[in-house]
């Protein structure tokens, strides 16, 4: 089992710019997250997905716009990135919903936005 | 707002001593408290408390929380280099949001 993986592990975007950021897990996992790691700091919430076919915000929804594609996978994505979107992106699964389940988190996404 | 605060920021200690880290919060609806180690990659899950004073333990960590005061508290026994981590405190509630703490950095010297 691969666990959680994200794919790309490194990006450098220009302000502006526009990607997405993609997360599969193996585990049959109903829930899965997307948070954000900036320096020194702690995770943010951005999106979160209970269920297949569900998305609801987090915290720090703003500039985010996400997808759960199917049960496995579950994509964020940045519209017109901005240097304050600079962080580190880990993805997130858990068994069921309900944050009170052990998460278990990808390997990450540094992103820098110039 | 939900808050989670992590106490000490930092700590540096040599092998051998015994560490505690903090966490103290106010959330509303709380529904568990997780302890996660975080060593320059993605975060590793350690322990689960929903029920004031029962300790889990493995190995020579063990954790503890107090739902009236509001904390818990992570031990370290015996630390080893090992350690050396940023352990991350994150508070869940019913309304199905979790909110994490800013972490403490530890860092155990031979």
């Known amino acids: 089992n691969a666990g959680v993986t994200q794919t790309p592990k490194f990006q450098v975007l220009k302000t502006g710019q526009s990607m997405t950021l993609q997360c599969a897990q193996d585990?049959?996992?109903?829930?899965m997250y997307w948070y954000r790691q900036d320096p020194g700091m702690g995770l943010r919430l951005i999106y979160y997905s209970a269920s297949e076919g569900t998305t609801d915000k987090g915290e720090v929804p703003n500039g985010y716009n996400v997808s759960r594609l199917n049960k496995r996978e579950f994509s964020l994505r940045l519209e017109s990135a901005a240097p304050s979107q600079t962080s580190v992106y880990f993805c997130a699964s858990s068994r069921r919903q309900a944050f009170y389940n052990e998460q278990f988190f990808g390997p990450g996404t540094r992103l820098t936005v110039l | 707002e939900d808050k989670v605060v992590q106490s000490p920021l930092s700590l540096v200690v040599h092998e051998g001593d015994t560490v505690t880290l903090n966490c103290s919060y106010e959330?509303?609806?709380?529904?568990?408290l997780l302890w996660y180690k975080q060593e320059k990659k993605a975060p590793t899950f350690l322990f689960m408390l929903?029920?004031?004073?029962i300790e889990k333990k493995s190995g020579r960590l063990s954790s503890i929380l107090d739902k009236k005061e509001l904390f818990s508290i992570l031990n370290i026994t015996a630390t080893q280099t090992g350690d050396s981590a940023v352990y991350l405190c994150?508070?869940?509630?019913?309304?199905?949001?979790?909110?994490f703490g800013d972490g403490t950095t530890l860092t155990v010297k031979p």
């Open positions: 929903t029920s004031s004073g």
């Open positions: 994150a508070v869940a509630t019913n309304a199905g949001k979790s909110t």
């Open positions: 959330v509303t609806n709380f529904r568990s």
């Open positions: 585990m049959n996992h109903n829930s």
